[in-house]
Each structure stands twice: as C-alpha cells, then as structure tokens.
C-alpha cells in the first residue's frame, strides 16, 4: 500500500480514508454530477432487500437540533436491480460496498448471495442495526446471540469482504464488536442512527409517521467517537466510524479513536460534495499537524488510565 492517504479497511484497498454512509448517497450514481469519485475512498450505497421496498409514507425526515431524523424505512430498488441497473454506472475503480438488510436471516444470506462474484461489489456491509422497521434489524444488532447468528449466516453467504454495521442502541458496544469478529466478520461499521423521537406539541403526535426515528448529524458525533473507540479496543478487526462527520478535523479525530476508515453521511444533504471536500481537508490538516501519512494517525487516542 503506498500514498499517504491509502489505507486498507476490511481487505479493501482504499486511496483515502473517506466513504460515503449508505442511505445518504443513493446507489452513486445520483452524485457523479458532483463528486470526482477519484478523490473518495468509495461509496457504501444504499440498503438492498431481496424484493424492491417503498418505505414509510411522508413525514419520513425532519430537523433536529444540530442534526435530522429519518424514518425512510429501507425503500431500495431491490438486489437484482441494483446488480443489473446501478452498479453500471459507476466507474469500475471505485469501490463500491454493497449495503444488506433484511427481515429474516436466510433472506439476509440470500441477498448476499446474489451480491457474491459481482466483480464491483468490493465488500458487503451487513446492517444490522435499522432503528425503525418492526421486524427485522433493530433484533438483531441489538441481542448478541441474534447478532452471532446473522454474522455466522452471511459470513458463509458472502464471497466479498464482510462489513457488520452495529447500532448504537445497545449497552455494551465493545460485546456486540466482539461477536462480530468471533463470527468471522473482516470488518465493523458504526454507529448508525440513534433512536429518537420528536413531537408536534399541536397535534401531539410525532414529527413523524411511523412515530420514532433515527437521529443523525453533529448531534451525534460525540457519542459515535466514544464507542468507535470502545469497540476498536475490543477487537482486533478493523472500525470504520460514521456519525456527524462534518470536515476533516472530525475525520480525523475518528482515526485517532481507532477507526481504520470512516463514512459521511447526513453533510451530504447539506453538499453533495461534503466527501471529497472532508478527504481533501483530512489530509491537509494531517500533513499541518506533522504527520501526513494518515494510517499512522489510527488508534493514537491517549487516554487517561490507557
Ligand atoms: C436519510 C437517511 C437514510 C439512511 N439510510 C440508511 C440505510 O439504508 N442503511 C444504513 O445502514 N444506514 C442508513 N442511514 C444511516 C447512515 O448511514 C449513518 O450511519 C448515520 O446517518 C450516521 O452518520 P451521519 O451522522 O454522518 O449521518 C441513513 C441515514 C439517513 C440520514
């Protein structure tokens, strides 16, 4: 691996540490009129199903402070759509990383089977951690042994890099890492969203339909660095951190906690070109501060008591 800003997450060779979150940037393509996809690190695209999905009906996002909700709901085009329409159109050497999610554990299996031997899928991420549809990821990432079972299920399934995105909405996030990686994961991904809810005092009903949602921006950086640095302490595969991610100060910071790559999400509703913008900063600031070879900025965190 050579280049100051290359690093490589989960077997996946990387020019620069910055991706894009999945949900927040399509399937790619919708960003190439934006973005030079040549100075990312890659895309996680949006969550597929084995079937298409519409979602949730509208109010499905609203503002928070110092971030947003989201209850969208998983809609996606589906698996088989993705493979044959999307990936297409995105440049082949971008990597990609395909975003899996599902209700029931042998449909989460099958979903990556028909991600494996796709030559542009460089890794699957398994989310595991969806806040609000009923029946499906808040079990699994939120119960160890359901976690362990879905790892086991898709690990054996897939043929690419595997990727687990854990929720923050457990108790013990270095546990969760751990099962993971005793399941053979090459990788962990997280945080996703927080679950939240927000109120309209005239109707006293949620701000949004389907009640609770997922809460995501700056708001919830802080939060996302503790447990990216608890779990990165936890295991030995490698953590990608997502959450709040804003310019390359934060992408940094991210690295220091003992994240080996890291993804944007909510700044890209505010600029499509947030990724490449927080890449071209990350290295800038690393090179200013005296050390521009990003991967020995990974795991660095002092901590009072080690
Ligand atoms: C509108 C929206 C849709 C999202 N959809 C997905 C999704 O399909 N799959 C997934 O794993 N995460 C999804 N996420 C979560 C993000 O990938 C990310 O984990 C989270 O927003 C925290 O990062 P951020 O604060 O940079 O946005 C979504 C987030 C938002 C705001």
Request: hydrophobic residues 35%.
């Given at each position: 691996m050579s280049g100051d800003t290359a690093v490589r997450f989960a077997g996946i060779d990387l020019r620069n540490p910055i991706l894009t979150a999945s949900g927040t940037s399509g399937y790619g393509s919708e960003f190439a009129p934006f973005l030079?996809?040549?100075?990312?690190?890659g895309i996680v695209a949006k969550s597929l199903t084995l079937e298409p999905r519409q979602g949730n009906?509208?109010?499905r996002i609203a503002e928070a402070p110092a971030g947003m909700l989201n209850?969208?709901?998983?809609e996606n085009v589906g698996v088989d759509a993705f493979v044959?329409?999307?990936?297409?159109?995105?440049?082949?050497?971008l990597p990609v990383i395909a975003s899996v999610f599902e209700t029931e554990i042998d449909r989460y299996a099958e979903v990556c089977k028909r991600l494996?031997?796709?030559?542009?899928?460089a890794g699957l991420e398994v989310?595991?951690?969806?806040?609000?549809?009923?029946?499906?990821g808040i079990e699994f990432g939120q119960r160890p042994s359901l976690l362990a079972e879905l790892v086991r299920a898709t690990r054996r399934a897939a043929d690419a890099p595997l990727v687990v995105k854990l929720s923050p909405?457990?108790?013990d996030i270095a546990e969760m890492a751990r099962v993971c990686e005793g399941e053979g994961a090459d990788g962990i991904a997280l945080i996703n969203t927080l679950q939240a809810l927000e109120i309209d005092?005239?109707?006293?009903?949620?701000?949004?339909r389907n009640g609770l949602g997922g809460l995501s921006g700056p708001a919830i950086r802080v939060v996302a660095q503790r447990m990216v640095w608890q779990a990165s302490r936890a295991v030995s595969i490698p953590v990608c951190g997502i959450g709040g991610i804003q310019t390359g100060e934060d992408a940094l910071k991210f690295l220091v906690c003992g994240a080996t790559a890291v993804q944007v999400g909510t700044a890209n509703y505010l600029d499509p070109q947030a990724s490449q913008r927080i890449a071209d900063e990350t290295a800038a600031l690393a090179a200013r501060l005296g050390?521009?070879?990003?991967?020995?900025?990974?795991?660095t965190l002092e901590f009072p008591g080690g």
């Open positions: 030079d996809f040549d100075r990312i690190g009906p509208p109010a209850a969208i709901g998983l044959t329409e999307k990936l297409p159109l995105l440049p082949p050497t494996s031997g796709v030559p542009q899928v989310n595991a951690s969806c806040p609000h549809v009923k029946s499906g909405n457990v108790t005092l005239h109707t006293r009903r949620s701000v949004l050390n521009p070879v990003l991967r020995e900025w990974i795991g």
